[in-house]
């Protein structure tokens, strides 16, 4: 019809793009029908509901959802930052994410921070202004500047992979050191006594070493060699840190990876070297990533539930935006050590 502007050409900001009025003329329907039928489809009969929705087919409306918004205070966007999308280890908690806020009406929007955390407040800033229902953070470490801007931006915080007393708002995940701590018991008590460790070079990775350092010292086993490598972790970082490490202590019995990829690739270096796996060096990873039961041997590790964290990042957004009780804001979702071939 004439008042819909001609397919094929891109409305540009000032030129006018396809309105709801324009949706309305084709449907022949009032303004008001079009925004039931995109809000509250039920409260439209479905003769009506199935011109208006033939209506918007042709003519591209896209619903302004900046506007609808505004009026209902809400954005139905959640943010998430991440380190990295390149690595394997988040994917269940972004996934679980998604789908939990999908089944809300919700979408994800995700930004990548960086292990060095470089990027995350210029990040917060874009993201911020936005006006997100809830921003999904993983760890806990931020820098002042960007720890006032979440406090002062009033919006529902979910800090995940990590725990503290003392979240920002709201947290789910688990300690680093109690892991490192925990690996460190299970070794020696399957009669390691002889560690070394391959680990990336980020906080939460340094933290769950020196959880290991700490307790195999109590064990009465000082100063762990280890090789630390560079953030995100690769296959090719755990080959060349498994080298250098054994270079220089060529007596170890085991590795204590800080994570599986990194493990995968101490593995690899052994085999390629004539190393038996465990019979010459064991080797134990961290998060349980689908290739873990399927290396060979298969990978001893530590398991964390990336999907419950996801869920319950989730839950916490939803039900503070919804004014529900979000109940404990502090969830420790724990970790469980897996038992394999490698170790």
């Known amino acids: 019809m004439d008042s819909l502007k001609k397919p094929g050409r891109a409305a540009r900001p000032g030129t006018g793009g396809i309105t709801l009025n324009d949706v309305a003329k084709l449907a022949g329907v009032s303004a008001i029908t079009v925004s039931r039928a995109l809000n509250t489809p039920a409260a439209v009969s479905p003769d009506t509901l199935e011109r208006v929705r033939g209506a918007i087919a042709r003519s591209g409306y896209v619903p302004n959802l900046v506007a609808g918004g505004l009026a209902s205070n809400r954005s139905r966007l959640v943010a998430a930052l991440v380190p990295t999308i390149a690595g394997p280890v988040f994917l269940e908690t972004i996934q679980a994410l998604t789908d939990a806020l999908a089944e809300a009406g919700c979408q994800l929007m995700l930004g990548q921070s960086g292990y060095g955390g470089a990027r995350e407040d210029a990040l917060l800033d874009a993201i911020i202004g936005r006006r997100p229902d809830g921003i999904v953070l993983i760890g806990i470490m931020h820098s002042a500047e960007g ?62 070493r020196v959880g290991f350092e700490q307790r195999f010292a109590e064990l009465g086993v000082p100063g762990i060699p280890a090789c630390v490598v560079p953030s995100p972790s690769s296959l090719g970082n755990g080959r060349a840190g498994f080298a250098e490490l054994r270079a220089s202590h060529p007596g170890l019995d085991v590795v204590f990876c800080s994570s599986d990829v990194i493990a995968h690739g101490v593995i690899t270096e052994a085999h390629a070297t004539g190393l038996r796996v465990p019979e010459d060096i064991a080797v134990m990873g961290f998060g349980d990533l689908p290739f873990a039961a399927f290396t060979y041997p298969q990978l001893s590790t530590v398991s964390i539930d990336g999907t419950a964290i996801g869920r319950q990042a989730a839950n916490f957004i939803l039900d503070r935006v919804a004014n529900r009780d979000v109940g404990p804001p502090v969830r420790d979702i724990g970790f469980s050590i897996i038992q394999r071939g490698s170790a």
């Open 147 to 208: 720890r006032r801007r979440l406090l002062a931006s009033g919006i529902p915080v979910v800090e995940t992979w990590d725990i503290t007393p003392t979240p920002l708002d709201m947290i789910v995940g688990f300690s680093h050191e109690k892991v490192g701590a925990a690996v460190a018991d299970y070794l020696h008590g399957r009669g390691f006594h002889r560690p070394g460790i391959v680990s990336a070079s980020d906080e939460r990775a340094t933290r769950r």
